[in-house]
C-alpha cells in the first residue's frame, strides 16, 4: 500500500530565508504528485502538479521536484514570506484510480 | 466562478441524527471524493466516485452514505452509526489528462455533535 510521509510536521523560519519541504513515497510508480497548501480552516488549494515523466515544475518562487526513483519530492519556496505560513500537503496518484494518497502535511510558519 | 462548493461551512449534529453535506462542482469533472481531516491524521478516504450512479468505498466508509445522481454533486451523509463524525469535512473533484489527475477541493464543512 503507498505510503506518503512529509519530515517535519512543523517548521519555523525568518522571512526571507529560502526553505525546502519534504515528500517521501514508498511506491514509486506513480503517475503524478500534486502540492497542496491549507491555511487553518480551509480547504485546500492546489500549488503545482508534476507528472511523472517531468523532474519540476515552478510557479512563482515555488518550484516542485520530483525523483521517482528514490521515491521523492521537494517543494521549494524562495524569499519566504508571512503570507506563507499555512500547512503544505503532498499527493501521489497511482495507476488508473482516481485516488490520491495524502502525507500528513508540514505546518509552516514564517516569522516576521 | 469555476469551483466546488461545500455547504454548510458549520453544522452541528444531535446524538443519533444523520445529516448530510452538500458539494457541488461546476468543473465538469468526472470524479469527485469526500475526505475526513482530524487533527495529526491527515486526509482520510470515505468515499469515492469516477462516473454517476456508481461509487466506491474508500477506507473509512463506515457510518457515512453518498449519492452520484448528477455529475455535478456528491452529498454525503453521516448516519448514527457513526460514533465519531466530529471532524472537517472535505469534498473534491478531479479531471483526468492523459495518466494524470488534478484534484480540486471544496473550502470544507466542520460538522460538531453536539
Known amino acids: 500500500k503507498q505510503e506518503v510521509t512529509q519530515i517535519p510536521a512543523a517548521l519555523s523560519v525568518p522571512e526571507g530565508e529560502n526553505l525546502v519541504l519534504n515528500c517521501s513515497f514508498t511506491d514509486s510508480a506513480i503517475y503524478n504528485l500534486q502540492w497542496f497548501r491549507q491555511d487553518p480552516g480551509k480547504g485546500l488549494t492546489s500549488l503545482l502538479l508534476?507528472?511523472?515523466?517531468?523532474r519540476e515544475q515552478t510557479s512563482g518562487r515555488l518550484n516542485a521536484s520530483l525523483d521517482k526513483s528514490s521515491g521523492r519530492s521537494t517543494l521549494y519556496i524562495a524569499a519566504s514570506q508571512p503570507g506563507d505560513s499555512a500547512t503544505y500537503l503532498c499527493?501521489?496518484?497511482?495507476?488508473?484510480?482516481?485516488?490520491?494518497?495524502f502525507g500528513k502535511g508540514t505546518k509552516l510558519s514564517v516569522i516576521p | 466562478d469555476g469551483g466546488i462548493t461545500q455547504s454548510p461551512k458549520y453544522l452541528f449534529r444531535k446524538e443519533g441524527q444523520n445529516v448530510t453535506l452538500s458539494c457541488e462542482q461546476n468543473?465538469?469533472?468526472?470524479?469527485m471524493y469526500w475526505y475526513r481531516q482530524d487533527p495529526g491524521q491527515g486526509l482520510r478516504l470515505i468515499y469515492y466516485?469516477?462516473?454517476?450512479?456508481?461509487?466506491q468505498k474508500g477506507d473509512i466508509a463506515e457510518g457515512y452514505s453518498v449519492s452520484r445522481e448528477k455529475k455535478e454533486s456528491f452529498p454525503l451523509t453521516v448516519t448514527s452509526a457513526q460514533k465519531n463524525p466530529t471532524a472537517f469535512y472535505l469534498c473534491?473533484?478531479?479531471?483526468?489528462?492523459?495518466?494524470?489527475?488534478?484534484?480540486?477541493f471544496g473550502q470544507g464543512t466542520r460538522l460538531t455533535v453536539v
Open positions: 468543473l465538469n469533472h468526472d470524479a
Open positions: 499527493a501521489v496518484n497511482i495507476g488508473w484510480s482516481y485516488q490520491l494518497t
Open positions: 466516485s469516477q462516473i454517476v450512479n456508481d461509487f
Open positions: 473534491a473533484s478531479s479531471f483526468r489528462d492523459g495518466l494524470n489527475t488534478e484534484a480540486f
Open positions: 508534476i507528472q511523472s515523466s517531468q
